[in-house]
């Protein structure tokens, strides 16, 4: 029997292509295994804050198991099955970290799945609700306060996971390779192969200095938090513009605005 590991399967293609062709794989780099134990603890300290706000949860760790063909199948461990007291609903439990709940919520909401975390996220949360046939939640415990978004249809539907299975099967059947299909950074497993890195013009160098790796990434979340700002903006200047026609200063409530002549310099 081939099992693919839900949590993998939305990685770079060609690092699962190498997985399946038993390629050795470099040891998971120390920065990354904190943060996978820092996630592990914060499963419990979540589903604790949870328990407290009155969440019934279930079938922690409970195993999952997709069956693509009668020899092979995709196999993940739920976090838990719950649902609130206040309501019947049964929702399969994922939780996330609050930085990777964020951009997971901001992918979702906006079906935008190009960052490639969240792209594995989104195959794996998939595969949990096709093979259960429940919903998600998706939680995470930000400070002292639970959050949670919920996601009522799967990301990809049971064809578009088949697809991807028999996709990886059959290239694997040629021995050969295929080029990266996205840049999972230092935590591809088989970045020491011949050019599994990202297929790009420049090759960037990792960094695993943690204090540099947690600015970079609040760095990139400000960025995103920017673009945000600057598009909600845009979707107010068709109430703001036909107000203000002439050149001058302007006063709508609080908010002051002004009119001017822009001319390019040449």
């Not at 420049?202 to 695993?208: A, F, L, R």
């Amino acid at each position: 029997m081939t099992t693919y590991r839900a949590s993998e399967l939305g990685r770079c293609l060609r690092a699962s292509v190498a997985a399946r062709l038993g390629k050795p794989a470099a040891p998971t780099p120390a920065w990354l295994e904190k943060i996978y134990r820092g996630g592990i603890d914060h499963e419990q300290v979540c589903i604790d804050a949870m328990h407290a706000d009155g969440w019934m949860i279930g079938s922690e760790q409970h195993e999952v198991n997709l069956h693509i063909t009668d020899d092979i199948k995709v196999q993940g461990h739920l976090d838990g099955i719950l649902s609130e007291f206040v309501s019947p609903t049964t929702s399969v439990l994922e939780i996330k970290s609050p930085g990777a709940w964020a951009k997971f919520k901001h992918a979702y909401k906006t079906n935008d799945w190009s960052d490639p975390l969240c792209a594995r996220y989104a195959w794996q949360v998939s595969i949990y609700m096709v093979a259960t046939g429940l919903e998600c939640v998706v939680a995470c415990l930000d400070g002292d306060k639970v959050r949670t978004f919920g996601i009522e249809i799967p990301p990809h539907d049971t064809s578009e996971i088949e697809t991807r299975v028999g996709w990886i099967e059959s290239v694997a059947e040629t021995g050969e390779l295929p080029d990266c299909s996205q840049n999972d950074q230092g935590g591809c497993p088989f970045r020491n192969i011949p050019k599994s890195l990202c297929s790009q013009d420049v090759i960037p160098t990792w960094i695993t200095d943690p204090a540099v790796i947690a600015a970079a990434e609040q760095y990139a979340y400000l960025g995103l938090q920017e673009s945000r700002v600057k598009a909600a903006r845009k979707k107010l200047r068709p109430v703001l513009d036909p107000a203000m026609t002439e050149l001058g200063a302007y006063e709508a409530g609080l908010a002051l605005g002004t009119v001017y002549e822009h001319t390019e310099k040449r």
